[in-house]
């Protein structure tokens, strides 16, 4: 059975983010949707008020809503974002949105690069990440101009304005938009809501809590509108299938351990303590040979796995053995050539 | 002291020494000889593969085979992941194709599986296009039934070209239609081991010839310190490769590693093979037909077409299965039917002490899907990412087996599909497939698909999407419902597009070479077909 009259629930901008996306996927299908928000209460844990970063993905949804660059660039302060900064118990950690310097014959930079410090060549990683370089240049820099790079970015945006933004383009699709949660529509068939309960995420009964407070900026927004995707995939169009339920419950909550891991790295204390399965084997696989195992439904990309190892003073005790492939001079010239071509974005001679 | 019984037929004595083998020096060995011992298919791809990424480090590589001992030759059909890896260690496809008499595969063709009568393929490649992020089957699904729009598999580039036995390679320009499928190879397996032994001694790998009659553990650690032949010499290693087929002569006759049996739910123990005159078109796909207890394949080669009879022996004779396959060849046969036996299942631990399963050895699931090259390659490139530096490995050792594990369980799920998603009731195998008890992970994706028309993903793992809608479809397993975004476009618009993207199909297939004129213009050929 398919919904005939939906509510989305939540401070503007969250419910604005998975109303507009719900509001655009049910557009013309005979089927109400109502967005009930409560004002911008914009302090997240990830310490964001006036502008908000959106992850990479972002780009994504925005493409399903139509909404095109230039419409972006107008908002003021609109800026690309290359890295974002987090708290950690060993202070900040850069986690940057691109890989660190460049593979080569299929091996991860970082092992190069754990060859070469073996052998007492290179400074430390992190200045052979073209996101954190760019990052520090991404406050002035053009939002068009990022979209002719090649680096994954995502971006920065005025809190209010894009709730504005997002909003609007529901109410075009036809949401009815209600400011104050409860007043105007007492029933529907299917409430999603957006509101950071702590409460467990899911699917139940006629509810779906889609919502999950990050430290690290942007991933609850990403969290969000994967959600309220599969809201509309598995939940507006399936109402009573006990398959579709479990499958929604199913990824949400794989998600929600994803994020959960990155947290636990960032912030305990004592990381050797740790009982989070997945997470203990990224630390022990990385500590022993470098490489980071990847579960299924990761949030976070495999290069913020390797910043957020990094802030938390996990080294690898030895590079992949591939890595001795190449030669010292080689691998030398090759790291050189890497830092000269971050040097370039850190002056902006690159960007010129 | 254990004495043991080889697939051969000679005797091998797995002995325990003291610990001085190992352990001669202070602190830990560094890994800088492997012995691989097995020369078949998967002894050779993963001689040739450490040698090419790790020779260059100082690693010594040395395979050990018997001329007296044959190899089973697994894999005549294989899955596209086969072209990276060629292309990893250097192989030049034209010189490859010759050698093995090889032919281009674009999928595979299900016969009899749903029901009697029934046909589809199984491409390497997508279902038509998404559109607004839904999914192309969820808009065919709608309109399955309307006049003029067709099977699925129209909508499938690689389907269309194998149902006109056309090939080409895919194209590198992500807008044209034509990128939307991969290809693979199905070769004659016999020669790919030897090919892949010229690339290995080309980069280093010592071969010696012998067999093996006694494997010496160490006995404070228990790990594989050598291995003797039966000329009397001893050949030590730092890490062992057992490639010795389903015996498993290092990782269950000398470790006793143990293994995990699904046969209650992919009960095939079976399988008869035999070549045959090749008759008619080059097929770019192998073909997998359903039969009473099991089933057969054919796979188109250069030179000849090669056959067999998966079957369960607990529903059918080996006298009956033989006969049903002879009885379906296509042309006169070239040698007498070889008879193979074994588990489906897989070792408990595929990395146990020293000793690492490759191949068979690890692990069988039957080949429905040509995956036995595709785990060769697996455990060979998982492998070199966690290669070991020295004997304190067990990190890299259980991370190993966590994500090989993965892929063997993904893999059991998706054959399993094939037979139980079927409506077939005229045997007792069928009944039997039709009605067991699944894996939970299959069932409910089953389920999920059934009421939704959705296919549960994940990031791990051999079989994807577009494989699961092509088995679910294909075997008439077509969802009761659809993703409700498919009516915001009018039935008119929908049904316009179908049509358009149908004929673009038929149209871009119509300008493909044929398959074995594309092999002859680019001298892939060991003679004229």
Redesign the interface.
Known sequence: M?ARRVIIRGESLRAAIAGSLVAR?????NLEVHIEFLPLQMRTEAGEGETFVLRPDVHRFHG?LGLDAATLHSLPHAAPCFAVTAGSSSGEASLPFANFGQARA?IEFHQLWTRASGAGLQPDLLKFSPSIALQNAAESMDLRKAYKLSLPFGLTLPTAHYADLLMALAKQAGAFVHDGLGKQVTDADLIIDCSPTGAANGWSANRLAIAEISGVPGLEWQYLYQNS?RA???G???LE????R??FN?LTKEEVERIADFHELLKRDDLQETTRPALK?KI??F???G?I??????VAQPCEWLAALWARGLRPR?C???A??LSLAELRQFLDKLREQVNAIESGAALR | MRTIDSACGNRVIVRHTGSEILNSGAGPKRIENVVVVGGGTAGWMTAAGLAS??G????SVTLVESEAIGIVGVGEATLPHIKFFND?IGVDEAEFMRATNATFKLGIEFVNWGRKGDSYIHPFGEFGLPN???AFHQYWRKFADAPGVGPLEDYSLPVVACRGAKFQPPSDDPRSVLSTYRYAYQFDALKYAPFMRTHAEARGVSRVEGKVVDVVLDGESGDIGSITLEDGQSISGDLFIDCTGFFGLLIEQALQTGYDEWTKWLPCDRAVAVPCEHMGPLLPYTRATAEEAGWRWRIPLQHRTGNGHVYSSAFISDDDAQETLVRNLEGPALADPRLLRFVTGKRRKLWNRNCVAVGLSGGFLEPLESTSIYLIQEGITKL??????DAE?N??RE?YN??MDLEFDRIRDFLILHYHATERDDSEFWNYMRTMNVPDTLK?RM??F???G?V?S???GLFLIPSWIAVLIGQRRLPD?Y???V??ASDSDVAAQLSGLRRHMAKAVASMSGHADYLTKNAMIERAL
Do not use: W
């Open positions: 398919s996927a049910c557009s013309g299908l399903e299929g995707k509309v995939s598995l507006i169009g399936s299938c006990d398959a579709a479990s499958e199913r084997r022990d696989v500590e022993a040979c490489r195992p990847m579960e299924d439904y990761e030895r992949d053995r591939r001795e492939a | 990424m790790l260059s480090t100082g690693l990893t607004e992020g839904v070199l990412e966690l290669f070991p530096v490995n990190v890299e991370e966590r994500r409910e389920e999920l059934a009421a939704t959705h549960s994940y990031d791990h419902a993703d409700l975004r009516n915001q």
